[in-house]
């Protein structure tokens, strides 16, 4: 049977990429071994920096060599720790006199670090013999490395499940990015390499989750992307629906161990709701049925909410968390009013708004100076023309040495600013390039553009008066209406 298990896990900042892994690991299926990515990172990278001092520079396949050493350590203690009758006695034995005979579970980023620290120390004990033959002697209980990693190959293959070796991603990697570029280049090899060598993630799989702000560099760092980042691919997409239950349940299981007295009294309130889903029910029911937006726009809360969210498991989060810490004329957190969703919305929308610029730090270091250029020079919507004339007026291409075509694929790229396909009697609904899975294109002379509302109040604080005198429209984010259809089957989703 083909197993389907990801390779690498895409998703932006506050998908929920570890949550998804940490899920996996609790589900017990298939086994995981997870690793604490920074620790590993930077052992790592004392390795190759110390033996590429004593030795002379690693070229990328060395670089996956000791990735490949270090993933098959972390394999045979597993073999170990995981041995039955049913595995091959003689393999067993040589595990057992390998690894030893641990009391417990052991952590398996103690044991990376505990391997690449041998190695150091096998390779300054014999610095005259190659790195190939350095991995291979490295020796514990009188029993070689490559001699036990043969006899973990045996027992692995010869079970129905296999374990998977899981690396988080590293939350701030875009500030380590460079520091980290060889680090990352022999992982990628060594990934791919044993993808093309094991079919069916056998002895063991790989699971790495990257954050897709910096896909397009890790495609630089990666020596051959296409033999490199082989393997499953899972981009992470959540739905409004999705985002709601995610959130309502999340706000039941606080109300359960922390105030059950008060989750009553909510659900009695739940059960007047006009919702089928209980979750969304009981988040509906601690705000208010109706409210105007600072554009004195009435609407529903829940679709507020989910308009000043890039539809992210953090921003919906966040802004709740801040909606239910007010006061604002008497709110209370389960019984909010209309002025603190919005006094919390935001003063959660400046965090969120900092927070992707510095995602996407690495790739447009002079995004949030570029974009600071637009602030009351531009409308809510404004056809691609003006972007372009303010463009050249404030001298944008000199601020961040982008081209307009550039400048405009970073405020996509942000989902700052989409393209308008259609008008409500108060809303402009736009496509925001976080809803699609390939890059949102304009015609300059035709298309109208609208800032996304998470950005509003950063480029118009001072103009939101007169944007309320005269009624501008407010921007309706494709993808976030609390009963909307699921816009990932436009790019061949098929889950339930």
């Known amino acids: 049977m083909a197993d389907t298990r990801p390779t690498y896990i895409i998703g932006r900042k506050g998908a929920g990429k570890t949550a998804f ?14 690793l604490k990515t920074d620790s590993v990172y930077h052992a790592m990278s004392k390795v190759l920096r110390e033996y590429s001092r004593a030795h002379g520079p690693l070229f990328v396949d060395q670089r996956a060599d000791i990735w490949q050493a270090l993933f098959e350590q972390i394999a045979l203690v597993h073999a170990w720790r995981t041995a039955s009758r049913r595995d091959p006695a003689r393999e067993l034995q040589i595990l057992s006199d390998y690894v030893g005979r641990p009391t417990g579970p052991a952590d398996p980023t103690i044991v990376a670090e505990h391997f690449l620290a041998e190695l150091l120390r096998h390779a300054a004990e014999r610095p005259s013999i190659g790195l190939q033959e350095t991995i291979a002697g490295v020796t514990s209980g009188g029993i070689r490395f490559d001699e036990a990693r043969a006899a973990m190959h045996t027992v692995l293959d ?32 060594c990934v791919g390499r044993l993808i093309a060598m094991n079919p ?54 606080f109300l ?56 992210l498991p953090r921003h919906l989060i966040q802004i709740l968390n801040s ?5 604002d004329r008497g709110s209370t957190p389960w019984a909010v009013t209309a002025d603190a969703v919005r006094a919390g919305t935001r003063h959660a ?50 601020l961040t040495g982008l081209d307009f075509d550039d400048f405009l694929s970073m405020l996509f790229t942000l ?40 950005f509003t109040r950063f480029l118009h604080e001072r103009s939101l ?27 061949g989703y098929t889950g339930t």
């Open 256 to 311: 359960q161990t922390r105030h059950p007295e008060q989750l009553e009294r909510l659900r009695r309130r739940a059960d007047q709701v006009d919702e089928s889903d209980p979750a969304i029910a009981l988040l509906r029911a601690a705000l208010p049925a109706r409210m105007l937006s600072g554009l004195d726009i009435e609407e529903d809360p829940l679709a507020y909410l989910l308009r000043h969210t890039q539809l």
């Open 323 to 327: 909606v239910f810490c007010r006061t």
């Open 415 to 454: 989902g700052a600013v989409g393209v308008r396909f259609g008008q409500t009697g108060r809303y402009n609904k736009a496509h925001f390039q976080y809803t699609f899975d390939y890059n949102l294109t304009v015609q300059e002379d035709v298309d109208v553009l609208c800032f996304h509302p998470l």
């Open 349 to 398: 929308e400046q965090l969120l708004v900092s927070g992707i610029f510095n995602a996407h730090l690495a790739s447009f270091p002079f995004a949030s100076a570029g974009v600071r250029q637009l602030t009351g020079r531009l409308d809510i919507s404004f056809p691609a023309s003006e972007l372009h004339k303010v463009y050249n007026q404030q001298g944008i291409r000199r």
């Open 465 to 491: 008066p007169r944007l309320r005198a005269a009624r501008a429209h407010a921007t309706y984010p494709y993808g976030c209406d609390p009963k909307g259809e699921d816009y990932r089957h436009s790019f």
């Open 21 to 34: 892994l940490v899920g996996s690991s609790i589900s017990g299926r298939p086994l995981s071994e997870v």
């Open 158 to 189: 010869g079970r129905v499940e296999t374990p998977v070796i899981v690396m988080d991603n590293l939350e701030d990697l875009h500030v380590r990015l460079h520091e980290l570029t060889e680090v990352l280049a022999g992982l990628f090899r």
């Open 200 to 253: 069916g993630n056998r002895p063991f799989g790989t699971q790495i989750c990257l954050p897709s702000e910096l896909f397009d560099k890790i495609h630089e760092i990666a020596a051959a992307p296409e033999k490199d980042l082989q393997g499953r691919y899972l981009k992470i997409y959540w739905t409004a629906p999705e985002l709601l239950r995610l959130t309502g349940t999340r706000l039941m299981l």
